[in-house]
Every structure is written in C-alpha cells, then in structure tokens.
C-alpha cells in the first residue's frame, strides 16, 4: 500500500503523482486550498481537488493543497480510502503536508503550527495569493493567523481569503459553544469567518443555520454577528467533477462490476461515512423488509466509526448472504459503481454532531446515471437533488423499503431512463466550472477571475 508524503520536500520510494509534481519555478498567480484532503472520505476533500483543478485553466499556474500529514488523519479516526487508491492531480497542483512544530510539550497545536508556519512562508514570497479555507475549523483559523502574522512582517504578497462553511462547522462547534455558554469559542469562529474577503456556505441550508447560530450569541451577549452573516454570507455549493460521470466507458463498468462479483441493476448501493447521521442502519433494515432484497444486493460502501456495529446489524437480518460490505473503493471505480447500481440510497438523518448541508455523493449519482436515488429531505439535500430523488421521511425503514419496491420492481427502463436524464441535467449546475466560475467572479476587485 502507498505511503503519502508529509511534505513535499520530503519525497520517497512510492510518492504518488499526485504529491510529487514540483510547482513552477517563478510562479505568477498562486491558490492555496487549506483542507482535510484526501485520502479523507469526504466530500469536501474532492471539491478541493475539483476547484484546484479548474483553477489551473483559469490563469493560476500554482496551486497548493496545504493538509494534515498521514499519521495525523490516521490518529484523528477520520474515514480514509486506501492511500494506493487515491487519484493524481494534475501537474500544477502540489498537495503539502508540513511537518509538526515542536515536541510532546505542545499536545494539540503542533499540527495546526506547522499548516500555520508553511502558510505564511507561501504568503510571503512575492506571488499574489488567494487563499481558501473548507471548513471553518480549524481551517480559516490557520488561514486567518497565517494572514495576520504575514503582513505584519511586512512582506506579505498581494492576498485575498476566501472561507466556505459547512453545517458541521455550526453544528459541532458554535452550537456546542452556544449550549455550554463558552462565549469566547463561538465569537472566535463567527469573528475569523467575517474576517475573510468573501465568506461562502456550501447550500441556503448551512446559511441559515449560520445566521440562527449567529442570532443566538448575539441574543446572549449582545454581539452583532447575525446582521453581519446574513449580508455577507454568500452561497457556493460544492464543484464536481461531471465529467467523472457523464463519459463512462461501458466496458470499464462491466470490468469494475465483474471485479466485484456485480451485475448491472443487480445491487443497490450506498457510498458514504458510516455514522449514524447517514442512517444506514434505517436502509439495512427497510432492504431487509423489502421484497427487493430477493432481486437485489445491497452494497454498502464506505468507512467509519460505525463499520462494525452495521455489519453485525446486516448480519443479523433474513438477508445477510445479500448484504455486503467495501470499504477500499477508490475514486476510480465509484462512478462505475454509481452507474450501474439499480438505486442509490442515502437516507440521511439529523443528529446533534451532523447535519447533511448539501450531499454531494447524491450529485455524483444523479450525474453517473443508474437508477433513481432514495434519500430524505434533511438538511440541504433538496437543494442537492431538487425534485429528482425519491424522498423518504428520515428514521423510517418501512417508507425505504417501500421505495426500493417501487424503483427495483415497479419502473420500467423508459421511467428510469427518463429520471435518469433529468436527475443528470439538474445535476449539472453543481460542475466544477460552473461553481469555480460564480465564487472567483465575487472575489473584489482586480481578484476576480472571469470565465473563460
């Protein structure tokens, strides 16, 4: 299995493309993307990629992905795909993974310091910057400080910082904050964030729970956030590669399906975290109960912190010989897999700790094809798929295994061709280009970048 750099200049037997290409040698218009990349399962660390790849034809000739090193995500629990599976980029875009800042006497900064120190040497030598942060924390807060100590040096290049927010950012950090009364922790994040030239949220859903989150500490503490967030916060959904999923070669489906013992329109698929906000349990449970189960498998595809509890649950049911289990499904194969899969279900449900703000893995379905997705109308998931999904009530087996009936057993090919076709046209909107093109428009001033 491939071993993944922890920084750049630290290369090694077995470096994938995609973290050896060296950057320009006088570079004259640089991005640099602060994210958890991959091999993270997550659908923010492939919209970096998407957006970073697009910037290389949008006159940035270098790019930089600065993320955590290897045994960092490992440490953290995070879901990872298998670090041989992961994607290069294209030459032009170098994914950094500075080194930690000093000993076991720093126990939780070391990290955070070295993304910090490597920001503000890339800030500071001479090439205009933008810079953009997915996921507030702690992300903007590196992206903020690096800003902050590059210009009082006094040799800070021209730079603009962008910040995307997603759901967790409120719901697992300033809603906590909110509840325990730590006015200091929900003021740091909320005042970071409007402290970025143009702030964005990934879906309406996530402003809006920025804006009650921000209407919260304001009514507790006399602060002015909210105003603030609701003029300032901008909508940009996550980029997606389409062509990932519009020009699949059929026999490379069949290869794929034939290497996982699959038939075309013969499983239903899930592809996501396994946690519990996903609600695989809710789908194991209504496939189990749906008459479906004799004509299908159901394929679950992921990883995470409730891989073991769901594998017993599928083991327990009527139908355990039709459930299995991939947990190394590399970015190669999931379009084939979306494709020829005969439903997709995502049932998301909302917890405390998480709430779905868009579903990109629902846009990569509607985009590959296949039959129609089955998910429910939490969060900002009806902006992600629009009228083009067949919705469940959350937590509810018998309403998913009812939909299975009907979509394995009740449409015919012409119905799933036409759902199909409208689900990918609708699912076009979400293309790299398209969201890259609207966010660099609104940077100010000379920023902005205008389509090509």
Not at 41 to 53: F, K, V, Y
Not at 182 to 201: E, H, I, K, M
Request: net charge negative; charged share 20%.
């Amino acid at each position: 299995m491939t071993m993944l750099t922890d920084h750049i200049e630290h290369t090694g037997p077995g470096l994938p493309p995609a973290e050896s290409e060296a950057p320009p040698s006088d570079p004259t218009k640089r991005l640099v993307i602060v994210v958890r990349a991959d091999p993270v399962i997550c659908g923010h660390s492939g919209e970096a990629r998407n957006l970073a790849e697009v910037a290389l034809t949008r006159g940035y000739d270098d790019v930089r992905i600065v993320t955590w090193s290897i045994p960092t995500l490992q440490a953290a629990g995070l879901p990872l795909k298998p670090l041989d599976a992961v994607l290069p980029y294209s030459p032009g875009i170098t994914v950094e993974r500075p080194e930690p800042v000093g000993d076991y006497k720093v126990p939780d900064g070391r990290h955070l310091g070295g993304i910090v120190g490597r920001l503000v040497e890339l800030f500071t030598e001479g090439v205009p910057t933008t810079a953009m942060s997915l996921y507030l924390t702690p992300h903007d807060t590196a992206v903020s400080q690096a800003a902050q100590i590059a210009r009082a040096t006094g040799m800070c290049a021209p730079l603009t910082t962008i910040a995307e927010a997603v759901g967790s950012d409120i719901t697992n950090v300033v809603r906590t904050a909110v509840d325990e009364g730590r006015f200091g922790a929900a003021a740091q994040v909320l005042t970071t964030y409007l402290s970025n030239d143009l702030c964005v949220a990934v879906s309406e859903y996530t402003k809006e729970l920025i804006v009650a989150a921000a209407t919260e500490v304001d009514a507790r503490w006399g602060t002015s956030f909210a105003d603030a967030c609701s003029e300032r916060v901008h909508i940009s959904y996550p980029a997606i590669d389409s062509r990932a999923y519009t020009t699949l070669d059929p026999a490379d489906t069949d290869a794929v399906l034939a290497r996982r013992g699959l038939e075309r329109d013969g499983y239903v698929m899930f592809l996501s975290r396994l946690s519990k906000a996903k609600g695989v349990d809710d789908l194991i449970n209504g496939f189990a109960m749906s008459a479906a189960a004799r004509r299908t498998k159901l394929v679950i595809c992921g990883n995470g912190p409730e891989a073991f509890e769901l594998r017993a649950l599928a083991a327990s049911t009527p139908h355990a010989d039709r459930i299995v289990f991939f947990d190394d499904v590399g970015d190669d194969e999931k379009p084939h897999l979306m494709a020829a899969s005969a439903a997709y279900a995502l049932p998301s449900k909302p917890r405390p700790e998480f709430v779905e703000t868009f579903g990109i893995a629902l846009v990569e379905k509607m985009l590959a094809g296949g039959g129609p997705v089955i998910t429910c109308d939490t969060g900002g998931i009806g902006e992600a798929v629009g009228p083009h999904a067949k919705i469940v009530p959350t937590s509810h087996p018998y309403a998913i295994a009812n939909a299975l009936n009907e979509i394995v057993l009740g449409l015919s090919p012409g119905e799933r061709t036409r759902w199909g076709a409208a689900a990918r046209e609708y699912g076009m909107q979400f293309d790299r280009v398209n969201v890259f093109d609207r966010l660099f428009a609104r940077l100010p001033g000379p920023q902005a970048v205008a389509a090509a």
